[in-house]
T-cell receptor
């Protein structure tokens, strides 16, 4: 069964550094999402992406965040200047319609 | 605004007992309600979902009920087993569309004691 994949599984970075989190959605899916989950809390929506543009973003997704689909398979989330409070698990998800399938996540630790 | 409330935050049951988790949502236009199971350190896994044109859906030991008038939906797990222990999240898509973002509840940590 096809799955969403994400790399790296764990990223440690210093405050102020840029990070890029990578995702490979399921191949026939059209809608792509990033969510984050701070340890012990609920999953929060960041951004959705369709037809090569952002379709919706949350208040969390400020100017420090950007997304890109640089080729036909990858979907990336960039954080330009990381803050301590960006430490969380970041999940990519994709869907062809309603059902959303999540990747295994990247644990981002900002020190 | 868009909101999903979930209760209880923790639930402990004996193996073989039933477990019920309840959620309420704020957007009356919502029409898709999935449930996800998340084991420690793993991805959320879709276990069952329900659309607003039905009131109940079953899949083996799990079932979901929906009351659109009251804007609440529930997950029922029967004959619980230790491997059911996990965090369960309900979610809803705000608005009438089906491809939008998911709004998650706060999660319920289910512990099934052998």
């Amino acid at each position: 069964e096809p799955e969403v994949t994400q790399t790296p599984s764990h990223q440690v970075t210093q405050m102020g550094q840029e990070v890029i989190l990578r995702c490979v959605p399921i191949s026939n899916h059209l809608y792509f999402y990033w969510y984050r989950q701070i340890l012990g809390q609920k999953v929060e929506f960041l951004v959705s992406f369709y037809n090569n543009e952002i379709s919706e973003k949350s208040e969390i997704f400020d100017d420090q965040f950007s997304v890109e689909r640089p080729d036909g398979s990858n979907f990336t989330l960039k954080i330009r200047s990381t803050k301590l409070e960006d430490s969380a698990m970041y999940f990519c998800a994709s869907s062809v319609g309603t059902e959303k399938y999540f990747g295994p996540g990247t644990r981002l630790t900002v020190t | 605004g868009e909101n999903v409330e979930q209760h209880p935050s923790t639930l402990s049951v004996q193996e073989g007992d039933s477990a019920v988790i309840k959620c309420t949502y704020s957007d009356s236009a919502s029409n898709y309600f999935p449930w996800y199971k998340q084991e420690l350190g793993k991805r959320p896994q879709l276990i069952i979902d329900i659309r607003s044109n039905v009131g109940e859906k079953k899949d083996q030991r799990i079932a979901v009920t929906l009351n659109k008038t009251a804007k609440h939906f529930s997950l029922h797990i029967t004959e619980t087993q230790p491997e059911d222990s996990a965090v369960y999240f309900c979610a809803a898509i705000p608005g009438s569309g089906n491809t939008g973002k998911l709004i998650f509840g706060q999660g319920t940590t289910l512990q099934v004691k052998p």
